[in-house]
């Protein structure tokens, strides 16, 4: 599965524009201390800390996205730097909950 | 001089009540120590007391602030030299809280007091709580008002800028870190905050024995807020 295709399949909306990549399995966590320590290249990361950080820490650990749910907005600044980053970031009106549940669903179970 | 600059007085949900602020200034001469800050949990309530309370006591000087919880849940200590600009930063801090009353049965009471230990009011905010402020925000009001920003107990699993942040953010306006009575190896957390970020050891204190317990020593002429800023960015 891929970023664009979830992005269509579960209605999420794109903060910025990116090339399309690979997902490899799926984190859910709002300590960024718990993404660095757990998560893998590849894997998209639902959470609701929107600090900038969530970019440095995706960088750092090769996230393919990071999708904010629960309709939070990150700072014009944290797009900006996903941008830079080539991260492709993406929101959601949906609670991390109803959104790991989906993309179970979905087929993707790492 | 030696500089506690993290106690929290009874009006901290987790404070004890016997953290009067005039016992903190009492216990803070009898340790040694010659400059308290005061920051219980997002308020400045306490402050006007401890301001009275060592004018009593000669040879020690407060400052003022309050530990703040960020949006991120980050624990944020925020100092001033004056008083009535902690007062006022307590109380913008207060209005960013969730509404949500305390809870004195699961809490405890969160007393206001004066310097002789008279209870002047409850105050009922959930002060347990996280505001909605982020990090970046609350240093840029802090900073607006000749304040000093400094990361709270920043090796601790919880409630602090690497466990939520995973990495010192690189733009962050942070003034300095404190390191907890169990933060083991200096040399390791030395490594991870930027170089140029002084470090700082705090008390933390929520019972009267913890005041001193650690401190950060600076060599001062005076111990007025600004030597203070001066000094610790030479730390």
Known sequence: MTIYQLTEKLNLKSLNKTDDVEVTGAFASDLLSDVVGNTSAGNILLSVQVHKNIVAVASLVGLAAVIITSGRTPDQSVIDAAQENELSLLSSEESTFMLAGKLYELGLRD | MRLDLQIHSCLSPCGNLECSPKKIALTAKEKGLDIIALTDHNTAGNCPAICEAVKKIPGLTAYYGTEVTSSEEIHIICLFGIVDTAVA????????????????????????????ENIISFENAFLVGST????????????????????????????????????????????????????????????????????????????????????????????????????????
């Open chain 2, 89 to 116: 930063f307590g109380n913008f801090v207060k209005s960013h809280l969730p509404d949500r009353k305390n809870d004195t049965e699961y809490f405890g009471d969160q007393p206001i007091v004066d310097a002789e």
């Open chain 2, 132 to 235: 909605d402020l982020s990090i970046d925000l609350i240093a840029e009001k802090v900073h607006s008002n000749d304040g000093i920003v400094i990361a709270s107990h920043v090796d601790r699993a919880i409630s602090s800028i690497f466990s939520q942040l995973g990495l010192w953010p690189d733009d962050a306006k942070i003034d300095a870190a404190d390191l907890s009575i169990n933060s083991g190896d200096e040399a390791k957390w030395r490594a991870l905050i930027p170089k140029e970020i002084p470090i700082v050891r705090t008390s933390d204190a929520h019972f009267l024995d913890d005041i001193g317990r650690q401190f950060t020593t600076l060599e001062m002429k005076s111990p007025d807020f600004e030597s203070f800023k001066k000094e610790l960015t030479k730390l």
